[in-house]
């Protein structure tokens, strides 16, 4: 399967981190930022599909935005104002558009850890 995907795990609370809003962007010829999708996790903390499809994959530099903050305060938890983690940034790049990407957030109020997946 090639393509992007993502998922969240909200390592605080051990679930899947569901409703989260997400953007994913391109980085364009004039050094700026296009953006490409926008999408919400779903009760598996995954999106219904993927973030980039096989078809649509071009080498090149992306980023995914995660809104943090909204998902902890909506779920009532306490956190400083201004959050110490309000949208998580992942720069990342795409070498080889026939492969499969996966960046998977691993999730708590104030830290994060991303890698390549499967």
Avoid at 75 to 104: K, M, R
């Amino acid at each position: 399967m090639a393509g992007l995907t993502t998922h969240i795990l909200d390592t605080s609370a051990g679930t899947p981190a569901a409703g989260v809003s997400l953007r994913l962007f391109r980085k364009d010829a004039a050094d700026g930022w296009e953006l490409v999708r926008e999408a919400e996790t779903n009760a598996d903390g995954r999106c219904d599909a993927p973030l980039l499809a096989p078809e649509a994959a071009t080498a090149g530099k992306y980023r995914l935005e995660f809104d943090a903050g909204d998902y902890f305060r909506r779920l009532g938890t306490a956190l400083a104002e201004p959050a110490f983690l309000d949208v998580v940034t992942i720069d990342f790049g795409i070498a080889d558009p026939a492969a499969h990407y996966h960046v998977p957030l691993l999730l708590a109020p104030y830290g994060y850890s991303t890698y390549r997946g499967s």
